[in-house]
């Protein structure tokens, strides 16, 4: 079911917000203008991950080589720092088996949706998740 | 009685009976050095002469004689030494590389020249180049079968400045072996020195998770995959809660070391064995301790002899794979069948 969640231009590029949809806690990351939604919520204890640091991802080939890119896209649960990358909601450790949900979100016109509790301009763009 | 039959024995400790025993084996002015500083002996406070943990009082003197007396006690078909005299301590690095490779020719003709079923580690010199000098040295004598450090150095064993050493390791395929002992550059502890002998001993275990903290956090298992780590006389129960942690703690802050890219449990089962002696799990845990493990090749079965933790009897673990523990881990980690028909 879609969520309008919020106007597009209330979360500006590398923002985020945290809204109430389909009774779920959700943060929302607008990265350079795609949006990504994931549960606030870390896999691991539960910590609001909508609270975290962002940074990029770092790799490496060797000890004392630091590949570093995707800047931005990585958040850090403010409670044990475990790192999940925004786009995927998975972990960096662990991406297979340790990840938290992650919400399809997309940008629409207001004059195609029909919001029940969210006031939409047909001119305006909002964020609608799929929950 | 021989309940060890064909086993191997991962540590033994020849007895170093005074600094002259090493007289011949330097050069003339290291020789001559001993009267001339009037050089009394490199015991150290690890393993004072009179402690019952250095030396039992029932295995009195420890010399090859009575190691060869327990050797044939044991059944062991093949036992490693660690020689203990505490060259690392010395200060100049040209008379810690003169006194260290005198121990090894000292070993080599007093120990391993005269009983067949001796292996040792070379003992390595504290600087890197001169301990790569004494690896490349002493590497094609198949006898010397791994390298050893006191696992109490001047430096954290993972940085950089030993790098070459263990490229030098990896190359002839010869283990690091890490045994308990201090060089005292630093107190035994982090809290500063301390005032009894229990607590130098209670406090090796600490270093052994610095250690292993330190090879691992710096990429050293990443740099060179196929080095092996042999934790000696380092007890062995406190490996799974260690290691719990240190993997728990590389989930959050694992960004600072990114070419770590799988949990340190898992570098860990791969690159480290232990020497079973002290042998530190109840008997009514060993089962699930060796469950965190999670590996079977790990255990080195070890007398230390003669140290005070062997009282003897079969000190198999229960839970253990017997012929894994006895002699297959160490054969196979040492390549003992290869060396022996080299």
Known sequence: ?131 | MRPFAGAVDADLHPRVPGLDALRPHLEPFWADSIAQRGLEGFETQSYPPGAPRSMRADWHPGDLPAMQRWLDETGAAIGVLNPLYGVQLIFNADMNRAFTAALNDWVAAEYLAVEPRLRASIVLPNEPDHAVAEIERLAPDRRFVQAMRLVMGELPHGRRTHWPVYAALEKHGLPLCLHAGSMHRHPPTSLGWVSWYMEDVAAQQQAFQSALASLITEGVFVQFPTLRVVLAESGVSWLPAFLWRLTKTWKGVRFEIPWQAEPPTETVRRHVKLTAQPYDVPDAESARWLAHLGRDDMLLWASDWPHWNYEGGPAIPPGVDPEKFLRGNAAALYRLAERVSA
């Open chain 1, 1 to 131: 079911m879609k969520h309008v969640v919020a106007a597009a231009d209330a979360i500006a590029p590398g923002g985020r917000l945290v809204v109430e949809a389909g009774g779920k806690r959700i943060v929302v990351w607008n990265l350079g203008g795609e949006f990504f939604a994931l549960a606030d919520r870390c896999p691991h204890q539960g910590g609001p991950l909508s609270a975290g640091q962002v940074m990029g991802h770092v790799c490496s080939a060797a000890p004392g080589e630091y590949s570093y890119d995707r800047r931005g896209e990585i958040v850090r649960c403010p409670w044990h720092a475990w790192e999940f990358d925004i786009r995927t909601g998975r972990s960096v450790f662990d991406p297979r088996r340790v990840k938290t949900r992650r919400f399809p979100a997309t940008v629409e016109c207001g004059e195609v949706l029909a919001a029940e509790r969210f006031a939409v301009a047909v001119e305006g763009r909002y964020v609608v998740l799929d929950i």
